[in-house]
Structures are given as C-alpha cells and as structure tokens.
C-alpha cells in the first residue's frame, strides 16, 4: 500500500449564480477547502470541506489550520492507516470530511474500483433524481423561480420558507403552475415554534400539490415538540441540523423524533460516518434524505455515490452545482435540470483545472 506523500490544501472561493437565502443565512460565494492527497505512486485523491458557519461553528480559517495539522499527522503513513487514524479522530472539525473524501478517493483509485464497489455499497444505479431549492423570496419572485425551474424539467422542488405567518400563502401561490408529477418539499431550517408548525401543516394538508416531507420544522432544542408534529401529520418529517453524528442519529431514531433523517457529509465529517448512519436507520426502517450544503462537484460526487450506493436513501437534495458555473475540476457527477449521473471511473473521477482563478493553494 502506497503511503502519503503530502496534502496539498486550496482555497476555493467562487460566486454563486444567485444568492442561497434560508432562515439561516444568506449565501453569495462560495467557500471551501480544496484537498489534493498525493501518494508515492503518484495517485492524487480528491476531497472537499465546504465552509458553513451557521452550521459547523468553524470558518474557513479554522478549517485551513486543523486542515495543515492532519496534513504534518498524515504524512508518510500508508494511506489505510491514515484512514483509520482520520475516522477514529473523536472531535468533529469541519475540514475532515474533505480528508477523508480525498483519502478515500485515493484507496479507491490504486485498487482500480469504482468508489461504491470499494465502499461495499450494495446499490447499483447509475443515475438520481435531485432536486432544486428556490430561495425564500417575495411571492412574484417564487412563482417566476418556480416557473423557471418547471421549464427547466425538475421534477423536485425544494423551498426555504421564514418564520413569518405569510410564507404558507406564498408556498400556496404555486400551486395552479405545477404539473402533476412534480413533488414539493419545504424546509424551514428551525423556524418554526410549535404552535406554527402545526397551523402550517394543517394548511399544507389541505394543498392540492404533492408534498414529500418537511425539514427541521422547529429548533433543534425542542425534540418533544418535533415528536409531537411527526406524531400527528400526514406529510413526513425530516430531522436536518438535528442530526450531526451516528449518536444523534441513534437518539433521534430510536426515539421516534422524526420519520426520516437528513445525512449530509459536512455534518457527519465524513463518508464512513454516513454509511454507519444509513445502516443503523436501515436496520430500524427509516430511510434517509441525503444533502448538501453549498458545495462543487468534489464533495458532490462523494455524497452521489453513497446516495446511490445506500438502498434506503429515499431522496438527494445535492443540488450544489445549481448555483455555480465552470468550477474548478473536470470529471465527476453530472448535472444537469434534476437528473444527476455518476461517473464511469475509479474512486471520484475528478481533476482540479490548473490555473483557476477561484483557486489559491494555502500549502
């Protein structure tokens, strides 16, 4: 087994098509953590941690410090042993799931097998269907994004809605402009108290559109309360920035919190952690919503691959690429109006494009 001859780390910073507005945070550019792992037989492994403040707790300046830490750890150890080291690591730093991407990604690629078969991942599909997410907006503005995105071939639309009393009006507006076989979902990212999440509900029970599920309809602090609305609504409910590790996961699950749970690898810290997520939710019937936060298509074709590989990951919600143009790598996941395509290749596939002018090396 080949060992670590360095980590080269790169700062991404790129603009976003149009801006990501939650009930979190309002997104413009861009900004991760770009890792190159490079082996003594010259295989060069791919990782990405995207930075998410209101998420993690950690920007990009933090992530760049632990990054250049595991970097002097890693270096010259056999690529599994570094692995190990890296998943057995017991505090949660943002950057990790970017190392272990690319550590990943390397394995994958020196024992020449594409990166579900070297997961052991039981899925065999080469194609998802994702979704898009409009932005909370005034309501003309929804229903020309929802019209655009219906134009386009979606067939999944994502909404983020506010906390204020006249988002289920504007989500309501769309209704007459959906074909039938397009599938809502409405993320609220916390905003929610009780006492409106069950008056929004009861109101979307009512809608003539479809609607798949609700995401972390109230703060993660109220689990009874998130229990409650699960217990007593038709539509699903989807635990998100509840659920960061396997622990959470556990709690959520064998409490009967929520009917589904969100994965995302910058939440879990990475792709080992997912899949011992998915597994454990299998084993008690619950399927699984994989996501993203904003991030290219390095991170993006890892969370691809388990998404297709898990059998009850039920939806994707890896819409990253959305909201970018012309970033920094060839190869990859394709995506293009809602359908997403893994690729043909050994591990990721993915080549960073030299001389980007999104990209600067940090080490």
Request: glycine residues 6%.
């Amino acid at each position: 087994m080949p060992t670590i001859k360095e980590l080269r780390i790169f700062k991404l910073q790129m603009p976003l098509i149009r801006p990501l507005i939650t009930n979190i945070r309002t997104s413009t550019d861009l900004h991760s953590l770009i890792f190159q792992l490079v082996l003594t037989d010259g295989t060069v492994g791919c990782g990405e941690a995207a930075e998410n403040v209101k998420l993690t707790g950690e920007n990009l300046a933090t992530m760049a410090i632990n990054a250049q830490n595991w970097a002097v750890e890693l270096k010259g150890l056999e690529v599994a042993v570094a692995l190990q080291k890296i998943t057995h690591e017991p505090t949660y730093h943002a950057a990790r799931y970017g190392i272990e991407t690319a550590l990943i990604d390397a394995i994958a690629q020196t024992q020449q097998l594409a990166m579900r078969s070297y997961l052991k991942l039981p899925g065999t599909g080469t194609t998802l269907a994702d979704d898009t997410t409009i932005s909370i907006m005034d309501t003309a503005a929804t229903k020309a994004a929802t019209q655009r995105v219906i134009a386009a071939g979606y067939k999944h639309i994502k909404y983020k809605v506010s906390g204020a009393p006249s988002e289920i009006d504007r989500i309501l507006s769309v209704q007459d402009l959906l074909p039938e076989d397009v599938t809502l979902r409405i993320d609220p990212n916390q905003a929610w108290s009780y006492e409106a999440a069950v008056t929004a509900i009861n109101r979307l029970q009512q809608a003539t559109f479809k609607l798949a599920f609700i995401e972390q309809p109230v703060p993660v602090d109220q689990l009874e309360a998130l229990r409650k609305l699960r217990q007593n609504s038709s539509i699903p409910i989807v635990a998100d920035e509840a659920v960061f590790s396997f622990a959470d996961a556990r709690k959520i699950i064998l409490g009967g919190y929520a009917d589904m749970i969100n994965i995302k690898l910058i939440k879990c810290g990475g792709p080992l952690e997912a899949i011992k997520i998915a597994d454990f939710a299998a084993e008690h019937h619950v399927n699984c919503l994989f996501g993203c936060t904003a991030e290219v298509n390095v991170a993006l074709t890892m969370a691809a691959c388990l998404s297709a590989g898990l059998k009850n990951v039920k939806y994707i919600d890896l819409d990253g690429l959305d909201y970018v143009t012309a970033p920094p790598f060839t190869g990859g996941i394709t995506s293009e109006n809602g359908q997403i395509t893994l690729p043909r290749t050994p591990g990721l596939g993915i080549t960073l494009v030299a001389n980007s002018t999104y990209l600067s090396k940090i080490s």
